[in-house]
């Protein structure tokens, strides 16, 4: 019972924060520095979960150390996106190159 | 002819988001595969691919049943952690909001980070295409087909494999979004906004129900605003500057 609660409660809060927005008159618009602000806000969220996930793996402490896979995994799916130019091989590449860091972590 | 068109769109849209879809795939695994060890059953954790389909929301809300948190205090966290969405919704509404109702219903539902990456390049192209909405459909309904094939598959694996849980597969997520932010780093406000978000989302990393995260994102906006409104103010414009 407590998972229909759960799964419901986080369908309605998660429909109602990506469609609320459409429901409001088509002529209300935006002002123009929050039309601005918002070409900010992909790069900020993403970063902002991305960086505390790399740094802090367990959650909380920093691991500041080559011995991380996902500091240098991390390091290394940058190089290959600025090389690349292409997603495919940018997620791809990337994968491969932290379970490569993290079974040479292991093994030596 | 605008039949053809639409498809045409559709598939388009698919095939952009084929990379992230793939950066999707380890990532829906193991949320099935280790939905089992939180705690939460097999019905449960498909249900919510199904109806919530938000990934990393979904993760964070496993990890709240596993720790004994009490279901209303996970719908709190998930509204915080998705309301990011909110801004995707406002970014895309002058798009959307001449669609039909339904439209707007299943576009909105199936409005995820890889979806909103991909579709608002689509959207931004110059060409008057009239059914842009379509190669925003055949994003969302491949991200949401993969992510469902995917936790039914970790919910199968988990139950044969041992230890899937320690293989890393998690960096995925990573990978695809550092994919998603590297084409926004062409210019000062953007670098502003993302050394801000991550050096926020670090020092506020410590707060509960994932506030941080939050914090760290309106903190980087704000950054890149500031910075954008300072470009705009000490390179005074090209006109000027040749008269």
């Keep these: 019972m407590q998972t229909v609660y759960l799964v419901g409660g986080m369908m309605l809060v998660t429909f109602f924060i990506r469609y609320s927005l459409l429901m409001l008159p088509a002529r209300i618009r935006f002002p123009a520095a929050f039309q601005k602000a918002l070409g900010y806000v992909p790069p900020a969220v993403l970063t902002a979960i991305v960086v505390p996930a790399v740094l802090m793996p367990d959650g909380r402490q920093m691991h500041l150390s080559w011995r991380n896979p996902y500091l240098i995994g991390a390091l290394l799916t940058v190089l290959l996106g600025r090389l690349s130019r292409n997603m495919l091989v940018t997620i791809v590449g990337g994968m491969a190159a932290f379970m490569l860091w993290q079974w040479a972590v292991g093994a030596f | 002819m605008r039949t053809a068109n639409r498809r045409r769109e559709f598939f388009k849209g698919a095939r952009d988001t084929l990379p992230l879809v793939i950066g999707a795939v380890p990532f829906g695994i193991i949320f099935g595969t280790l939905s089992g060890s939180c705690g ?30 009490l279901w209303p205090m996970i719908v709190v966290t998930t509204f915080v952690v998705n309301f990011r969405h909110m801004l995707y919704t406002a970014t895309l509404r002058n798009h959307l909001r001449r669609l039909p109702r339904l439209w707007q219903i299943i576009l909105a539902f199936g409005l995820t980070d890889e979806t909103f990456a991909v579709t608002v390049g689509r959207y931004r192209q110059p060409d008057d295409s009239p059914d842009k909405h379509w190669y925003q459909l055949g994003s969302a309904v491949f991200m949401y087909v993969n992510w469902n094939l995917c936790t039914l598959i970790g919910l199968v694996a988990g139950r044969l494999l041992q230890g899937v849980g320690s293989w890393g597969l998690d960096f995925a997520m990573v990978a695809a979004f550092i994919a998603m932010v590297l084409p926004y ?27 941080g995260l939050m914090l760290a994102a309106l903190a980087g906006v704000a950054a890149g605003l500031a910075a954008d409104m300072l470009a705009a103010r000490f390179s005074p414009p090209v006109t000027e500057r040749e008269g």
């Design chain 2, 185 to 211: 780093l062409k210019d000062r406000p953007n670098y502003c906004a993302v050394i801000v978000a991550g050096a926020g989302a670090l020092l506020f990393n410590g707060l509960p129900h994932k506030i």
């Design chain 2, 40 to 69: 939460l059953s097999a019905a449960g954790t498909m249900a919510m691919s199904l109806l919530v389909f938000a990934g990393s929301a979904q993760f964070i809300a496993m990890g709240l049943v596993g720790a004994g948190t």
